[in-house]
């Protein structure tokens, strides 16, 4: 049995993978937090949307410090503060653009759609001319997170720690936005003002998981936990809670499954959440139709 | 400026959204304990005066005054027609009614035991106690129009702006949720503006009506106001 785990091979490898661990369980418990915004205010296209221009962002990045564009030195190895500011910047100008844009249209869904395919097409057509794209690039995209050094995971703890902080001091504001934005208005809450700084706050987070994670990671922990936890939530402490356990959960295990099965990272940890996700609300479903 | 007793005058105003007007020329004044319903047909501006006098859409003309008591405005408290709530949220009836609380708390400052109570007790008030801790998707219509009640009450409002509230509400419920209206007018002295259909429940409960009709507010007694629609109308809709 312990031979089929390979729980002593784990072990062994555990000084080398444990920042990368702790960055997954990081991710995996406050993109949720933000997440739960995403599904409660049906905005989860966006969710899916904004992964990818974060990632194009990140090419951009690279390709910039390639060629020697901004002042940047050209040829250099590849530096992930430049990759960071690409991807928080890329995804705030969209966000920002779709937060001005989506209200005064009627084709949010086609707009947000536009954005995800090209933003996917992007990434890839900037890594293909980026001279410094290599494998570990490639990697970054894809969401392989073993190489998490403690600096990085450091900088995550006090990053996550802060938007874990914002998120719990204006919960009230943040709720009352997305379930009554009438009532917000009329007791003279400055609605605009919520919107920006939650798209910030959320935008950014989006960024840093996209950075460490990469898209698909950083979109499947910021909406799949939300969504199994609105399966079983009667309130809003629930759904906060359930979701965190479950993204951490979600984590765990696929890193271990990942590590014991040499899969990649990110993919499992998708496909495991959307396989949980469709066997419990089909259990669910089969509960509710036989007690009724 | 409005006088001492009013909560809000119009002069003149033009109301509409965008580019659409949809009333004019109207004159309008509300007072303190007020209890006027608005009647009309659909698209006639009911919702859009309420809508104007809660600041969700500004007034495209004239004047729309205020009275500014101290520093401050009127305490308005909004109650939507519930189907308008998304039932996606995981939100139960308390969670609802504590909304009304962020009206007076300050940015991130914590909700705290006082305000909880105070939560309660307009359930309690609204007789919805019990469902505190039901999800508030999960309730009828009627109740979830107490539980919103309730929520505006938490705020103490001075005016209460209820846009159809009892729609898709049945018979009893909306009887009792009138008279329990009529009951925090009374008691309270609430201001109170009503948009409603039930023209037979209005001339039971509600003093003065006003009718939204062809782009123009007419305010008068519900009686005289009742009259004169079952005179256009030319039959005897309220015997």
Known sequence: MMEFLQLDELRAAWPYLRHAVWMGVIIGAICPLVGVYFVLRRIVFIGVAIPQVSAAGIAFAFLSQGMGWFGLLPGASPHMGVALTGSILFTLAALLSMGILLPRGGMSEAFIGLVFVVASGLSLLLLSQAPVAEAGLLNLLKGEIVAVTLVDLIRAVVFFGLVATLLLVFNKEFLLLAFDRELAITMGKSVLAWDFFFLVLAGVTVSVAVFNVGPIAGFGYLVIPPLIALLFSRNMFAMFLLSVVIGVIASLLSFYLAFRFDLPMAPTSVTLMGVAYGVLAAGKSLTLKIIR | ?239
């Open chain 2, 1 to 239: 400026m409005p006088d001492e007793s009013s909560l809000f005058s119009m002069t003149n105003a033009v109301l509409g959204y965008g580019k659409t007007v949809v009333l004019q020329e109207v004159d309008f004044t509300c007072r303190k304990a007020d209890f006027i319903a608005f009647v009309g047909a659909n698209g006639s501006g009911k919702s859009t005066f309420i809508k104007t006098v809660a600041g969700l859409i500004p007034p495209l003309g004239g004047e729309l005054k205020y009275a500014v008591r101290g520093e401050r405005l009127p305490v308005m408290g909004y109650v939507p027609q519930s189907e308008k709530l998304d039932p996606i949220f995981p939100v139960t009836a308390f969670e609802v009614v504590l909304m009304g609380v962020y009206s007076y708390l300050g940015a991130g400052r914590r909700v705290k035991e006082e305000h909880r109570a105070d939560a309660h007790r307009a359930l309690k008030a609204l007789e919805v106690e019990g469902l505190a801790r039901q999800r508030f998707s999960e309730l009828s219509g009627g109740q979830k129009q107490r539980v919103l009640l309730a929520r505006a009450l938490v705020m103490e409002p001075e005016l209460l702006l209820l846009d159809e509230p009892t729609s898709g509400v049945d018979a009893k419920s909306e009887s009792a949720f009138m008279e329990k209206l009529a009951e925090l007018n009374r008691t309270r002295g609430v201001a109170i503006i009503l948009a409603s259909h039930n023209l037979r429940l209005l001339k039971k409960c509600v003093p003065r009506t006003a009718w939204f009709n062809a782009g123009r507010v007419r305010l008068d007694d519900t009686s005289t106001v009742l009259e004169e629609i079952e005179r256009e109308a030319g039959v005897g809709i309220f015997i």
